[in-house]
Every structure is written in structure tokens, then in C-alpha cells.
């Protein structure tokens, strides 16, 4: 026996008891011989109840039994099976085979059409358009007779490229008042003929040239031609002519608004020559119906 070890006692010796079924709590002490083999084959019950998990059951699918079916498709099907609605099938589609070549026919001739009323159409001698409710006449190629008398009479043809005609002036009138007035010879003559070389060109303010002439730089070049300088600007030039009636004023007199606005030339038998205003071009016109008077620079009889 150890050092430590105590005698044992009475109760040591005898045998240790054989448990039961039902074992009750465990003592705390010495251990018997039997207490390793009892304690391993000894079941405890937890305290607290086991918890219990439950599976939801598994929906069955149902596999489809009827296939849905539109309202249309039904219609469509039924269609299908129509022989009526076959034969309209096919009459429909002979009728398209048929008609197809004379489809691209007509397309083809639609399409050539415009091409052939293309075709450039010469232009007439005489062209009469409308700008702001007024008539434009522009004659091209104009030929002009001057008579003139030295014991012999003799005709001679004046050309201009362009004469513009405004306001009703026929080229039958301007004609007439051109061949007057350049038959008479002389400065008057002369003045109209320089001014007349500018019908067409625009009108450009402060200009005196063919690219731009307004109306007092076209009265100005005119009578530059017979030696008289005049300033460009209208009430200066209309202060160095002399006032005549209209019953006594000639060709080549200026015809002068009463504002001193504006300037034109007389030509004769109711008709300017004037450069217009921004926008127009030099023309031919009947006489001004706004108030004018008559401005003489030549002598009667020149």
C-alpha cells in the first residue's frame, strides 16, 4: 500500500451492488470497481425535448392536358382547310403573275415622262414676267430706225441688246419714241444714246458705272457725252437746268420729281428712261404719275 493510501474500511470489503434498470443520480465518492462499466453502458435522457423538422410535400406537376388555341388561329386554320378560300388563293396569285409585267410598263413610262418634258424650249424673243404686281417686258436684239434727211432720206439701224420695258410700255412704243427721238440728231440724240447702253444693269446707290448706276449718275454719264458736267446728286442738277411746261419738253430733258427725289430722262411720246430704285434694273416706263416737272440743260434746237 502506498504511503497515502488508507485502510479500508468494513463496508470496502463487501460487494458493490448491482445497479437496476433505472439507475438514480450519480453520487459523488469513491468509485466502486464496477462504476467505469456502469457508467458506460448507462443511457441519460437529454433534458430538453429532441426538435422535430418537418418537409413540406412536394407539389406533383400536372402535366398540360389541352393546348391553348387562339380564336384566330381556329379562323386561320379553318381557312386552310376551306377549298373555297384555296382556290381564292390561287386566282390571286395567277392574277398577280399576270399583272406584273404591266406593272413595270407603266412605272417605266411614269419614270420617262418628266425626262422628255425636260427638253430645253428656246426662249422667246419677247419675255413678259411679273415681280411685285408690275409687268417686266425685256426685248433682246432690238433694232431702232433713225431717219435721217439731207436732201436724200436714208434709213440706218440702231441695235440694243436689251431694252427693259415696265408698267405696260409695249416694245411697239418704245420703238416708236426711240426711232423719233434718234432721228432728230444732234446732242439730244447723242444723250440718249449714251444712257440707252445701260438699260439693264442695276441700280446701285452712288453708281455711274455698268456694274451699278443710280438715277442722278445716269443723267450725269449722259450728258457728260455732249461736254456737260453735272454733279451726282438731283437737286443740284435740277438747280442748273431751266424749268419748261410739259407741252414744250423734248427728248433729252430731265424729268424731275417735285422732291427732288428722284431724275429720269424724257424720251418722247410719254415715256422716261430712268434708273428705278435698289433692286430693279434701268428700264422704260410710261410718265411718272407722281408730281414732276421738266428740266431743260440743251437748247431747243440742238
Given at each position: 500500500?502506498?504511503?497515502?493510501?488508507?485502510?479500508?474500511?468494513?463496508?470496502?470489503?463487501?460487494?458493490?451492488?448491482?445497479?437496476?434498470?433505472?439507475?438514480?443520480?450519480?453520487?459523488r465518492?469513491?468509485?466502486?470497481?464496477?462504476?467505469?462499466?456502469?457508467?458506460?453502458?448507462?443511457?441519460?435522457?437529454?433534458?430538453?425535448?429532441?426538435?422535430?423538422?418537418?418537409?413540406?410535400?412536394?407539389?406533383?406537376?400536372?402535366?398540360?392536358?389541352?393546348?391553348?388555341v387562339?380564336?384566330?388561329?381556329?379562323?386561320?386554320?379553318?381557312?386552310?382547310?376551306?377549298?373555297?378560300?384555296?382556290?381564292?388563293?390561287?386566282?390571286?396569285?395567277?392574277?398577280?403573275?399576270?399583272?406584273?409585267?404591266?406593272?413595270?410598263?407603266?412605272?417605266?413610262l411614269?419614270?420617262?415622262?418628266?425626262?422628255?418634258?425636260?427638253?430645253?424650249?428656246?426662249?422667246?424673243?419677247?419675255?413678259?414676267?411679273?415681280?411685285?404686281?408690275?409687268?417686266?417686258?425685256?426685248?433682246?436684239?432690238?433694232?431702232?430706225?433713225?431717219?435721217?434727211?439731207?436732201?436724200?432720206?436714208?434709213?440706218?439701224?440702231?441695235?440694243?441688246?436689251?431694252?427693259?420695258?415696265?408698267?405696260?410700255?409695249?416694245?411697239?412704243?418704245?420703238?416708236?419714241?426711240?426711232?423719233?427721238?434718234?432721228?432728230?440728231?444732234?446732242?439730244?440724240?447723242?444723250?440718249?444714246?449714251?444712257?440707252?447702253?445701260?438699260l439693264?444693269?442695276?441700280?446701285?446707290?452712288?453708281?455711274?458705272?455698268?456694274?451699278?448706276?443710280?438715277?442722278?449718275?445716269?443723267?450725269?454719264?449722259?450728258?457728260?457725252?455732249?461736254?456737260?458736267?453735272?454733279?451726282?446728286y438731283?437737286?443740284?442738277?435740277?438747280?442748273?437746268?431751266?424749268?419748261?411746261?410739259?407741252?414744250?419738253?423734248?427728248p433729252?430733258?430731265?424729268?424731275?420729281?417735285?422732291?427732288?427725289?428722284?431724275v429720269?430722262?424724257?424720251?418722247?411720246?410719254?415715256?422716261?428712261?430712268?434708273?428705278?430704285?435698289?433692286?430693279?434694273?434701268?428700264?422704260?416706263?410710261?410718265?411718272?404719275?407722281?408730281?414732276?416737272?421738266?428740266?431743260?440743260?440743251?437748247?431747243?434746237?440742238?
Amino acid at each position: 500500500m502506498g504511503r497515502h493510501a488508507l485502510p479500508a474500511l468494513d463496508d470496502d470489503r463487501r460487494a458493490a451492488p448491482v445497479p437496476t434498470s433505472t439507475p438514480g443520480p450519480r453520487t459523488r465518492g469513491r468509485r466502486s470497481a464496477a462504476g467505469p462499466a456502469v457508467a458506460r453502458s448507462t443511457f441519460v435522457e437529454h433534458q430538453r425535448p429532441a426538435r422535430v423538422v418537418a418537409l413540406a410535400p412536394t407539389r406533383a406537376v400536372q402535366p398540360a392536358t389541352n393546348a391553348f388555341v387562339s380564336r384566330n388561329a381556329a379562323r386561320r386554320a379553318e381557312r386552310v382547310a376551306d377549298p373555297r378560300h384555296v382556290r381564292r388563293a390561287a386566282n390571286a396569285k395567277r392574277a398577280a403573275l399576270l399583272l406584273a409585267p404591266a406593272l413595270a410598263i407603266t412605272s417605266t413610262l411614269s419614270l420617262s415622262i418628266p425626262a422628255e418634258a425636260a427638253t430645253a424650249v428656246p426662249a422667246p424673243a419677247t419675255t413678259t414676267t411679273s415681280q411685285d404686281l408690275q409687268t417686266y417686258t425685256v426685248a433682246h436684239d432690238v433694232q431702232v430706225p433713225i431717219v435721217s434727211s439731207d436732201g436724200v432720206t436714208t434709213t440706218s439701224i440702231v441695235s440694243y441688246p436689251t431694252l427693259v420695258l415696265r408698267f405696260g410700255v409695249t416694245e411697239t412704243q418704245a420703238k416708236s419714241a426711240l426711232s423719233a427721238a434718234l432721228s432728230a440728231g444732234g446732242d439730244r440724240a447723242t444723250v440718249l444714246q449714251t444712257a440707252l447702253q445701260y438699260l439693264g444693269d442695276p441700280y446701285v446707290e452712288g453708281g455711274a458705272s455698268h456694274s451699278g448706276i443710280d438715277c442722278s449718275g445716269l443723267t450725269m454719264v449722259a450728258y457728260q457725252a455732249v461736254g456737260i458736267q453735272l454733279a451726282h446728286y438731283v437737286p443740284t442738277q435740277d438747280a442748273a437746268a431751266t424749268t419748261v411746261p410739259e407741252s414744250e419738253a423734248l427728248p433729252g430733258d430731265m424729268v424731275v420729281y417735285d422732291d427732288e427725289d428722284h431724275v429720269g430722262l424724257y424720251l418722247g411720246q410719254g415715256l422716261v428712261l430712268q434708273a428705278p430704285h435698289p433692286g430693279e434694273v434701268v428700264d422704260i416706263v410710261p410718265m411718272y404719275p407722281a408730281a414732276h416737272h421738266f428740266s431743260r440743260l440743251l437748247p431747243a434746237g440742238s
